[in-house]
């Protein structure tokens, strides 16, 4: 029927996916839905989001996202956030139709629901990165001098502290 979907690029290491899915897998459990995850050989991850029970899943109020996440050399990562409304709304639709129009309501607003749930999904995706990118500039420095540090330093070069 057709397909919301939501694409972003974020120019982060690669190396940072596990980090951020954990992150916003994370803070999606503790919005109450129910997230399943899972890191893929090539570096990815692919992410399932739902929420909601049987009887919304009926009137079409369950709403569901998947969210893959694909690593683009070792620089930046994209972030694809899709809700298949075929798939997932097939059977609200069906008995909407013979049911009565009136449920078509709650139908229709558990689409746009659905549709917000990507923005969200991407906005917390960011969040993430904006906090590990923080944490890779401190890291970058030291501590106690503030003397720029490269990657596999394990002393700083201008105070002599480990790292």
Same mark, same amino acid.
């Given at each position: 029927?057709?397909?919301?979907?939501?694409? @972003?690029?974020?120019?982060?290491?690669?190396?940072?996916?596990?980090?951020?899915?954990a992150d916003?897998?994370?803070?999606?459990?503790?919005?109450?839905?129910?997230?399943?995850?899972?890191?893929?050989?090539?570096?990815?991850?692919?992410?399932?989001?739902? @929420?909601?029970?049987v009887f @919304?899943?009926?009137?079409?109020?369950?709403?569901?996202?998947?969210?893959?996440?694909?690593?683009?050399?070792?620089?930046?990562?994209?972030?694809?956030?899709?809700?298949?409304?075929?798939?997932?709304?097939?059977?609200?639709?069906?008995?909407?139709?013979?049911?009565?129009?009136?449920?078509?309501?709650?139908?229709?607003? =558990?689409?746009?629901?659905?549709?917000?749930?990507?923005?969200?999904?991407?906005?917390?995706?960011q969040q993430?990165?904006? $906090?590990?990118?923080?944490?890779?500039?401190?890291?970058?420095?030291?501590?106690?001098?503030?003397? @720029?540090?490269?990657?596999?330093? $394990?002393?700083?070069?201008?105070? =002599?502290?480990?790292?």
């Open positions: 029927m057709g397909v919301f979907k939501s694409v @972003k690029t974020y120019p982060i290491s690669a190396e940072l996916i596990p980090t951020i899915v916003i897998s994370e803070s999606l459990k503790n919005e109450q839905f129910e997230v399943q995850s899972t890191l893929l050989a090539s570096g990815g991850a692919d992410i399932s989001i739902t @929420k909601g029970g @919304k899943a009926v009137v079409g109020l369950k709403t569901a996202l998947k969210v893959t996440i694909t690593p683009n050399g070792n620089s930046s990562f994209t972030a694809e956030a899709g809700v298949g409304i075929f798939g997932q709304q097939a059977i609200p639709t069906a008995i909407t139709m013979l049911v009565a129009w009136p449920i078509m309501i709650p139908q229709i607003w =558990g689409l746009i629901q659905q549709s917000k749930l990507d923005e969200h999904v991407l906005e917390l995706i993430s990165v904006d $906090r590990n990118n923080l944490n890779l500039q401190v890291a970058m420095f030291c501590p106690q001098c503030g003397h @720029k540090l490269f990657t596999g330093d $394990r002393f700083c070069g201008g105070c =002599g502290t480990k790292m």
